[in-house]
């Protein structure tokens, strides 16, 4: 997941329930393997300060949700919101998703293509001419019955 990333800054209170996704994934990026996929990225902890207590513990102020910001190699920045019922799966799936996009665009890019790809009109209707077969395989895959005695003689007497 780091190697996407040049930084990233978990942020939440340490009073809320809400922050287990948000420490789980400071201990992931904390964690040796990822810290070798990528070791220049900086890995920061931002405790939030807790409200003063209140007598009433209705009009204390909401505490602020826990959040991930991450700064892409390219510089792009996203804040995610570790909110009730997330995951610190769910926080790294959106990461690799957005990181993969990225790379993807950076590759097309490199190689003088337009980024995004548009497909014309015309092509995404198209018939799929198919994947063409070496010979040999496919006297295996025409005979979708065999059971296996037929295979290991055409396999011997290739």
Known sequence: ???FLSKVVVEYCPVDPRKAAAVELLAQCNGRKA???NPACSVELRRLPAPPPTEDPESR???PPPRVLVTYLNGAEEAIVAAE???AQGIRDQILA????IDTEQMFRDGGETWPVVIPEEELGMSFPGIKVPPFI???VERP???GV???SALNAI
């Open 1 to 3: 997941m780091l190697k």
């Open 145 to 147: 019955a065999c059971v």
């Open 150 to 152: 037929c295979c290991s």
């Open 85 to 87: 019922g997330a995951t």
């Open 98 to 101: 957005r990181g993969r996009l």
């Open 61 to 63: 102020p909401p505490l």
């Open 138 to 140: 496919s006297q295996f």
């Open 35 to 37: 810290k070798d996929s």
